[in-house]
């Protein structure tokens, strides 16, 4: 299989800080890789597409100078919130797929919970 | 852009009975339809998925359906048991395209959710 490794698992922070969180592909390399946001009980809504070596596609409705990402090599994308408020405490998740594949399975990190104070 | 929206929202059956979750999609130029498990706190789990170009797939107790025509998908879950107690997410894909100098693989859509609960 594929394995993709977030940290931290979980941060808390005091409002006005940033907080970045690392995808890892660890076993394989990753062109692309998406972060989706998950408030409670809810869907996972894409946030953005990060492609190595260039800008990210953000998503209709997302901030791209509040959520910076970051894809500097195959295999470690970057998410962080800038100036994080309260309402930005969430369940962020991160998801690649395997360079060179077509349409196919996703391999998802296991989530990092930010709460905001 | 793609809209997925997702069947019920929660379900609750007996052990042993069957359950179904059922999602539509209003992008008919979408080919790929994962479904995903997620129990709280964790990562989704990819339990069945199925291409444009076949009409069901199953593995062991799980099978998916496709219509193109309807652009509808279900998820069938046969002789459930505690375990199954989970978030089901499907979810669609176009198919693979340029921009931004890079490629869409994977650029998924999820469904609302689904909460099924099996009882002992």
């Known amino acids: 299989g594929a394995v993709v490794s977030q940290h931290p698992s979980r941060v808390i922070c005091k409002s006005g800080t940033s907080v970045k969180i690392e995808c890892r592909s660890l076993d394989f390399q990753a062109t692309t890789m998406f972060w989706y946001r998950q408030f409670p009980k809810q869907s996972l809504m894409l946030m953005a597409t990060?492609?190595?070596?260039?800008?990210?596609t953000y998503e209709q409705g997302v901030e791209k100078d509040k959520f910076l990402i970051n894809h500097a090599s195959l295999t470690l994308s970057t998410l962080t919130v800038t100036s994080a408020h309260p309402e930005d405490s969430s369940f962020y998740i991160c998801?690649?797929?395997?360079?060179?594949w077509g349409t196919g399975e996703l391999f998802f990190g296991e989530g990092s919970r930010l709460t905001v104070l | 852009g793609e809209n997925v929206e997702q069947h019920p929202s929660t379900l609750s059956v007996q052990e042993g009975d069957s359950a179904v979750i059922k999602c539509t999609y209003s992008d008919s130029a979408s080919n790929y339809f994962p479904w995903y498990k997620q129990e709280l706190g964790k990562r989704p789990q990819l339990i069945i998925d199925?291409?444009?170009?076949?009409g069901e797939k199953k593995d062991q107790r799980i099978a998916v359906t496709l219509n193109k025509t309807a652009k509808h998908f279900s998820l069938h879950i046969t002789e459930t048991q505690p375990e199954d107690s989970a978030v089901y997410f499907c979810?669609?894909?176009?198919?693979?395209?340029?921009?931004?100098?890079?490629?869409?693989?994977?650029?998924?859509?999820f469904g609302q959710g689904t909460i099924l609960t099996v009882h002992p």
């Open positions: 199925i291409r444009s170009n076949v």
């Open positions: 979810a669609a894909s176009p198919p693979d395209s340029k921009y931004a100098g890079g490629t869409s693989y994977g650029k998924l859509t």
């Open positions: 990060s492609n190595e070596g260039s800008k990210a």
């Open positions: 998801s690649a797929t395997k360079t060179g």
